[in-house]
């Protein structure tokens, strides 16, 4: 009873006009940024979370969640007009979505994706409501060594299995933990990595790093690549279902709700394995398999669902433990960051009134969000009209401000610029955004809990492992390095026996 009477009073505090004004505005920004091609949900966030700064943290972060989902809506537009995903948990949705588009039914494309992600996020942040606290039990119960083991986890995961390449992966969270140590060492006093600059003492703020390697390397590779080929947009009409559509829908629906939660939940989770693995569900499940690879309406159905659900899970280890596990939670986590305000099993405690506030925002977003997807559908497929030149122009100035308003520094401009060229050249060698984001934000943490825990065992080397939470951990650590290994020796064909 007592998270239900948080979460109403919560709901209490979302529904003044004030935030029912903001969280419109987030979810109709959110959408309308996460639709233009080539911007997922994280880049979205990420380009768009300096407005927040002038607010208070729980105007902020309310009109934030709106962000957070909307840049989730709008990925399934592009996806399925343009087959342009803008991340990889959207390619999914773009394999049956865009050929159900070419064939005329990019309304019930689009409109499977909203409602389904409309049930997906409503189910997925109720299950948010219910296992948080749980987890935040648990989590006041571990140690330091407990939270290096899996910040360590959080490492691998982001490398090694959401990565196309091991080496590429660790490449880029190497980057990212230097980055990460750049200032002045909060226990010994000495300057790290500065060159000399006094300005770098306090190290690079978070918010410029995310904006230039996701919005400025973006924007610069967009620009290295351009095509003066105006890309066709298929008209949407009206989008609506039949009953034939909904009765083909409410199940995967369903069942891809089931698949996307956990795995956005779990450290090693991440919204591509449960949409691949939606669609092959609902390939296998399905009574009409001549239509898969044609336009089937359960391959947009499922794994749409399963890429919202997704995102509601990512929450539950960003608020519970403070571990993003991948870009969009990276994001969100800055957000708290701004304020001052670290994610964690105290943060229930300290900060109750704005947690619930969050997650009260997050059914009222998802909400609004289907009353605009549904209607303003064909607007949105307008704005991929915009010529990629001014599109990006626009990106550039909004990031500059954005790293300006920061910390009012100019400086920070030429970190943008620089921040912006290293994002070119990851994108130019294919080496993944995530592992850094996630390095630069969680390896100052990870060295705070790895000093932590050497003073307790008084520098004894042993105390980095602690109990049995971090054994359990470390063991899939182990199993995720070697997998690839084991793996080739199970599927290694046996010679025929000799008789």
Known sequence: MGDLTNLLDG?????????LLLALVGVIVGTAVGVLPGIG???????????????????????????FYGGMYGGSTTSILLNTPGESSSVVTAIEGNRMAKAGRAAQALATAAIGSFVAGTIGTLLLVLVTPVVV????????????AMIVLAFIAVTAVLGSSRVRGFAALLLGLVIGVIGIDKVTGQQRLTLGMPLLADGIDVVVVAVGIFAVGEALWVAAHLRR????????????????????????WLRGTALGF?????PVGGAEIPTFLSYVTERKLTKHPEEFGRGAIEGVAG??????????????????IGLPTNATAAMMLLAFQSYGIQPGPLLFQR???????????????????????????PAWAKLLRIPRPYLYAGILFFASMGAYAVNAQPFDLFLLAILGLLGFGMRRFGLPVLPLIVGVILGPIAERQGRMALQLSGGD??????????????ALVALILIWPLLRKVVARPREPSRV
């Open 11 to 19: 709901f209490a505090n979302v529904v003044t006009p004030t935030n």
């Open 41 to 67: 949900p994280a880049m979205t966030v990420a380009l768009l979370l300096p407005i927040t700064f002038g607010m208070g943290p729980t105007q902020a972060l309310i009109m934030f969640a709106g962000i």
């Open 137 to 148: 039990t648990f989590a006041i119960s571990l140690g330091p060594p407990d939270y290096l």
């Open 229 to 252: 080929v105006k890309s066709q947009v298929i008209p949407v009409g009206q989008p609506w279902l039949s009953r034939q559509d909904w009765r083909r829908s409410w199940k995967p």
């Open 262 to 266: 956990p795995f956005g939940a779990l």
């Open 303 to 320: 794994p749409e669902a399963a890429n919202n659900a997704s995102a509601a899970g990512t929450l539950v280890p960003m608020l519970a």
């Open 351 to 377: 900060e109750s009134t704005l947690v619930w506030t969050l997650i009260a925002s997050l059914f009222v977003g998802n909400l609004l969000l289907l009353v605009l997807n549904l209607p303003l559908a």
């Open 461 to 474: 080397a042993s105390g980095l492992i602690g109990g049995p939470v971090s054994f359990v951990v470390y």
